[in-house]
């Protein structure tokens, strides 16, 4: 059996918000591994929302830029929170995404981009480093584009003009008037900002996803005592509102939370006299799927076991 640290505890608790003596639990029944014991732990509903397993403490800066029909978002990292108000690093930050938009994605291409100024984006980057004192780190970048309409951009939590802590893009295919696609792309990026949608629409949730629900909801239903006919009902039917709650076109829209996005869409087609398609989306937010060590925590965790950070768990 793998030993359980307080460590470990420690990551489990920050992941899905159950308790230390549960979460302690879990990585024994699970043999240590992470995941399972998030699955362990949904499936016995002392987690929160798959969603929430993915919080994370990285800091640094997400930026959008937008050009005609298309949009980039990116996110560059950093050690501290500090440095995210620092001007040096947001001017970075914002001209990245702008040259995005010509170079793409890929990372190594657009580190190798010429920056504005002269050298390259990496060079830049590691100039910044030296001057700044802390470490940084060109992340992840992606494109959104239409042939016709409009890539709309909302930053939540903005620090300055296109940069803060979630960037969103969304597309809308369109000959509507760009003010009233402007207006609807606001605000259904406000609301994948808050709803934090998993995919456009049902048929497009990743499969391996809707497998690793369909076995917590079956572990669910197994400890109602139930026979196997309700189980498979109950099953089901938790996987047709997870479904439904996580895409998109089918979420409850934030602004009166009874309509879904996809008739959002149609009405103002509708009023516009031009039929409007939400094809796409991107959600970028801080530090998505990295871990930050918090030491002060663990060591918390540790002494309300009563015992030193890094011993295994009794």
Known sequence: MAEITAASVKELRERTGAGMMDCKKALAETNGEMEAAIDWLRAKGLAAAAKKAGRTAAEGLVAVAVEGTRGAVVEVNSETDFVAKNEIFQEFVSNVAKLALQKGTDIETLGAAE??????????????????????????????????????????????????????????????PADTLNQLGKQIAMHVAAAHPLALSVDALPGELIERERAIAIEK????????????????????KFRKENSLLSQLFVMDNKTPVADVVVAAGKDAGASIELIGFIRFQLGEGIEKKQEDFAAEVAAAAGQKKDEPVA
Do not use: C, F, W
């Open 221 to 240: 239903a197994k400890e109602s005592g139930k026979p196997d006919n309700i189980v498979e009902k109950m099953v089901e039917g938790g996987l047709a």
């Open 115 to 176: 920056y504005p100024g002269g050298g390259t984006v990496q060079q830049k980057l590691t100039d910044n480093i030296a001057k700044i004192g802390e470490n940084q780190s060109l992340r992840r970048a992606a494109l959104l584009e239409v042939g016709q309409g409009a890539v709309v951009s909302y930053v939540h939590n903005q620090v300055a003009p296109g940069l803060g802590k979630i960037g969103v893009l969304v597309a809308l295919e369109s000959a509507a």
